[in-house]
């Protein structure tokens, strides 16, 4: 460990939590074991600048719940607005509000997850992945990253959205170019990263610019015509506001769950004996759903922001530093998971963060375990089993822990 001259920086000069290359070909939870056990307070210098990296799950948990000394006013993820460290979101999107703007803008959020949306929810995602599912065992086997995951949120768009099949898988499009910005699948024939990742952004505004056109002349059950409506003593919201929370809702769902599905299916295929136990049982579907979003956790970090000076550990960091809260790392330490580089369905009890804590735990959380469930469960009633046909193909994303390509072959189950 080395610490950086006249300041209290503690920092392992060997890893480099904003290199994406660990990421795509090699393993970063052995970089995150190497932090939890040695420098668990992490500066991680970048150019002239840096960022604190907490790995460990008390320190994780605990700044997640601190919303007083911690801002998510400044973006959830770094690099995020067009060369500004100030997310151009702030105060309009849930993920980048604090209080006191926060709780009313997630009540109008709330809105949107009604009981009767997630039935609707459940039911269109279970249609979409059965019917993914018996086309590439039919055809035995394909891509399931872009054959079967893709379609857990496209399920979930056309019932939140109330659009067809083919606007939901252009809107995963969209958003998968905006997150995966820095990969070359997405590169969009733009070199400069910030102009690529605005114009990707854009992509997505002009689609709900055509939504927001449609559902004001005809207005629905949906998301956009709920955003639209203004409930006695609430504020209208203004124009950037409702594009900002729907861009939200959709990458809420499009970059977390396929990723899980495909990285969970992974999971499953490394640990026959754990599918095995699933489809002996359907009641490790609960349980099993929770460790595959513990075990992937695919939203590797968080971006905060200090408010005022926080003494972490024996560390002091200043007013004004940006925080990583590293969540993927958080749910493989030792302190909280037995035996966490495990994978067990049935793990008791699985109090991973996953979707985060504290006020800004995901609101789309409960649609994120029905898509997962009906994936298991779609699982579970195939009368055959997906095996690898090759290995996974990753995205270059040190935020997102995506998988690109997932080559499977079907065997007999």
């Known amino acids: 460990m080395t610490v950086a001259p006249g300041q209290n920086r503690p920092s392992l000069a060997d890893v480099d939590l904003n290199d994406a290359e660990p990421f795509v070909t090699g393993d970063p939870h052995l970089l995150w074991a190497r932090l939890r056990a040695e420098c668990p307070v992490h500066w991680n210098p970048v150019d002239q600048d840096g960022f604190w990296a907490l790995t460990t799950y008390d320190d994780v948990l605990a700044a997640y719940r601190d919303e007083q000394t911690f801002s998510s006013a400044h973006g959830a993820i770094m690099g995020g607005s067009y060369r500004s460290r100030v997310d151009t979101a702030t105060g309009r999107m849930l993920v980048c509000a604090d209080p006191p703007r926060h709780a009313p803008m ?16 459940a039911e269109q995602v279970r249609i979409s992945v059965r019917t993914a599912l018996a086309r590439i065992a039919a055809d035995g086997g394909g891509d399931f990253a872009t054959k079967v995951a893709v379609e857990l949120p496209a399920g979930a768009l056309m019932a939140l ?4 099949h083919d606007d939901a898988l252009e809107l995963v499009r ?32 002009d689609f ?6 449609e559902r004001r002349a005809r207005p629905g059950a949906d998301a956009v015509s709920i955003l639209l409506a203004t409930p006695p003593g609430e504020k209208r919201l203004d124009r950037e ?14 970059e977390t769950t396929p ?3 495909s990285a969970g299916l992974v999971a499953l295929m490394d640990n026959p004996g754990q599918w095995d136990r699933l489809a002996a049982d359907p009641g490790l579907v609960a349980t099993g759903v929770d460790e595959v979003l513990r075990w992937t956790s695919t939203n590797a970090y968080v971006q905060r922001v200090t408010l005022a000076p926080v003494r972490i550990r024996d560390v002091e960091i200043p007013e004004g530093e940006r925080v990583t809260l590293w969540s993927a790392s958080a ?17 008791k009890p699985n109090h991973h963060i996953a979707f985060g804590s504290g006020i800004h735990r995901c609101i789309g959380a409960a649609t994120a375990r029905l898509e997962l469930t009906a994936l298991l469960d779609e699982l579970r009633a195939l009368p055959v089993r997906l095996v690898a046909a090759g290995p996974p193909e990753r995205l270059r994303s040190n935020f997102m822990l995506g998988v690109k390509h997932l080559p499977v072959a079907v065997a007999a189950g």
């Open 241 to 254: 506001s409702l594009l900002f929370n729907l861009m939200n809702l959709a990458v809420g769902g499009d």
């Open 174 to 205: 969209r958003t998968h170019d905006m997150i995966g910005f820095l990969d070359p699948a997405h590169h969009l024939g733009i070199e400069d990263d910030s102009v690529r990742l605005v114009s990707a952004q854009m992509e997505v505004f």
């Open 161 to 164: 959205l109330a659009i067809g």
């Open 331 to 347: 749910n493989r330490d030792a302190a909280q998971f037995t035996e966490p580089d495990r994978l067990d369905l049935g793990r």
């Open 106 to 121: 997630r009540r109008r959020m709330q809105q949107v997850f009604s009981t009767a949306m997630t039935d609707k929810v």
């Open 259 to 261: 990723h899980s599905a």
């Open 208 to 213: 709900f610019l055509g939504l927001i056109d």
